[in-house]
């Protein structure tokens, strides 16, 4: 991501401006959030409508329901060419020093996020608030990280199903973010 220049971009998409990226998006970064964005808004609905059909059992068996809804777009977004590129991009998006990822989420309006957070706050009363906040921040990452495995997975022709790869990638972080603190 970081190595692509804005002729190489305007080469690859065709433009015959050589400004067109600037001109349409201000600079590289503006461009790089919005190709983030785009996709992201398709799985953040998906992940809305699952999160909202999430029942409240038992709060263990719910914080399960919850990380199953919350990745479950971007382990099905592998199951197509596209959507593996997508997940790939969203990992390099993620480490890119240039970019602040909550910041980015918070400009594009992600608002599942925001009522995920407030049901794992319910699951999980024993986290202090700071443990928790860098946990569900670093679970975004791992989440990312899940569904790139589970696409080099896919591309190396095993014959893994996204709800086993969902399941898998949701007890990961509901370990991850209910784990006893000291």
Known sequence: MGTVSVKDITRAAGARNPSAVHYHFGNVEALIKEVFAQRYRAIEQERALRLAKVDEAHPERRLVALMAAAIAPFME?????????????CLQFSSDPRFNLLEVVTEFGMPSLISLRAQVVECVPDIPETVLNARLRQAFSISLVQAADFARQLEAGLQIAADVAVSEASATLVGYISAKVG
């Open 77 to 89: 977004a592998c199951l197509d060419e596209d959507g593996r590129l997508y997940v790939r991009f």
